[in-house]
């Protein structure tokens, strides 16, 4: 009885037992088992909760695809790619304006080029200032290498020419005088010789017959020599006066540079001689090629004993004779050059037409 007494007023004094049954605690710990958490155990979970939502949060983004990341790098270069053009378009429009302008600008300041004084007569010429001497001089300069370049675009392609017309033809020769010959005939200078190959001096070698040939000729034919490229410039009026030294032959010259010529080929706008074309021969020396007023009759060389000049001699001069209308489709007759040497296809012609081969009233003059 007095142990027990004792006991629960040592357990009072502590704080193990109350009286009523209380729930023991530790004052010095402050631990106590009843529902209620302390304040500082509460902190600690709320903490522990926060980070516990953060790791969700990296694990979900470390669980993202590798698809999905893709996609957003698309989107991303795609918006960059936007931002791009639009900072690109403004310059691009400028730049465009720019060249448009400048386009513009220089066609109408070539057009006026083009057009300034281009049909003024010799008259009005002569009353222009000096300036505008000057000025007429470059612009006729200008519009004639337009026209040069307009022709030769339209010669290569048939779609330019549909497309913009005809380039004008730019007359090469004078206006035909009255009394002149129905009848042109233009004779390339390898067709009718053969020159040496010294430089200073050249010797001409005729071909057979040459001046019988012109000699005939002239008096239905208006001649005219074409120098073309292979012959030097300096030596055109030597050559020329060898072989027609009183110059009773040939009415003018022509040169590679009146552009009769088109890559070793007489052109076919013919339109440029300023004379009928019907009544217009080209005799070419070059390899045969398609054209309606072209006579091939080779290159001479001097070691050859040719005498092609004699045997086409009677077949010109039957055109004149007969008043053709179109020497063109006579000239057909002579062209098809692969199935028989001009020679055999001389014979056959004039054999259909009856022309004599023999010229029994023309007399060679100095040959």
Do not use: W
Request: proline share 5%; hydrophobic share 35%; charged share 30%.
């Amino acid at each position: 009885m007095i142990l027990g007494k004792a006991a629960r007023n040592f357990g009072k004094h502590v704080g193990f037992f109350s009286g009523k049954n209380q729930p023991l605690f530790i004052n010095s710990s402050r631990r106590f088992y009843s529902n209620e958490a302390p304040k500082e155990e509460k902190k600690v979970n709320e903490e522990k909760k926060v980070n516990e939502e953060k790791k969700a949060e990296e694990k979900e983004k470390k669980e993202k695809t590798v698809e999905d990341l893709e996609n957003e790098e698309a989107e991303e270069a795609k918006e960059a790619e936007k931002k791009k053009k639009k900072r690109f378009l403004p310059v691009f429009h400028t730049i465009g304006a720019g060249i448009g302008l400048t386009v513009i600008v220089t066609s109408v300041l070539g057009y006026l080029a083009y057009e300034y004084k281009k049909d003024i007569t010799e008259e009005e010429r002569y009353r222009l200032s000096t300036l505008e001497q000057h000025v007429l001089k470059a612009t006729t300069g200008l519009r004639d290498g337009f026209e040069n370049i307009f022709a030769n675009l339209s010669d290569r392609s048939e779609i330019f020419e549909s497309l913009f017309g005809q380039a004008k033809v730019h007359k090469i020769l004078p206006p035909q005088l009255p009394g002149s010959k129905k009848y042109t005939l233009v004779i390339e200078i390898d067709a009718l010789c053969e020159l040496s190959k010294a430089s200073k001096y050249p010797a001409v070698y005729k071909r057979a017959g040459l001046d019988f040939f012109l000699e005939n000729l002239k008096k239905d034919f208006d001649i005219y020599l074409f120098f073309n490229a292979n012959i030097p410039q300096n030596k055109n009026e030597q050559i020329y006066f060898k072989i027609d030294p009183n110059q009773n032959y040939f009415v003018g010259q022509l040169y590679a540079e009146h552009g009769l010529k088109e890559r070793n080929q007489f052109s076919k706008k013919i339109e440029m001689l300023d004379r009928d074309p019907s009544k217009v021969i080209l005799i070419d020396a070059t390899a045969p090629y398609k054209h309606p007023n072209v006579i091939n009759v080779g290159k001479f060389h001097s070691n050859s004993k040719d005498t092609i000049l004699i045997e086409l001699l009677p077949v010109l001069l039957n055109l004149p004779k007969n008043k053709v209308a179109d020497v063109r489709p006579e000239i057909q007759h002579l062209q098809d050059l692969d199935k028989a040497p001009l020679s055999s296809l001389l014979g056959q012609y004039m054999n259909e037409k009856n022309i004599n081969p023999i010229l029994k009233k023309l007399k060679p003059e100095n040959n």
